[in-house]
């Protein structure tokens, strides 16, 4: 069974910063592709960062010179630092695995910015 707990989410103003974690479950973590995605209201899932087994990172556009992807694979966490936040990045912020060509979901965690 595999697990990916989010956490680190909240309400901040615009500017501000935010780290969000998540702690997997999985065995063989350190092989596996890693990404953060997020889902605004009334939008589709979208990719934030991802982070290959070798730490090669993607960043969707909207996250670059922003945000930072980065692993602990001692800890199977993966983690989301997030710096100058803007309204528009608000939504539930989901962790996920892929494992093979099989994607397992964390629960999400909200993260909420005010103009």
């Known amino acids: 069974q595999v697990h990916l707990v989010e956490s680190g989410g909240g309400l901040v103003q615009a500017g501000w910063s935010l780290r969000l974690s998540c702690v997997v479950s999985?065995?063989?973590?350190?092989?596996?592709?890693m990404g953060w995605y997020r889902q605004a209201p009334g939008k589709q899932r979208e990719l934030v960062p991802d982070?290959?087994?070798?730490?090669?990172?993607t960043y969707a556009d909207h996250a670059k010179g922003r945000f930072t992807i980065s692993r602990d694979n001692d800890r199977k966490t993966v983690y989301l630092q997030m710096n100058s936040l803007k309204s528009e990045d608000t939504g539930v912020y989901y962790c996920?695995?892929?494992?093979?060509?099989?994607?397992?979901w964390g629960q999400g965690t909200q993260v909420t910015v005010s103009s």
């Open positions: 996920r695995a892929l494992v093979g060509s099989v994607p397992y």
């Open positions: 999985l065995r063989l973590f350190h092989t596996y592709t």
């Open positions: 982070i290959t087994s070798g730490s090669s990172t």
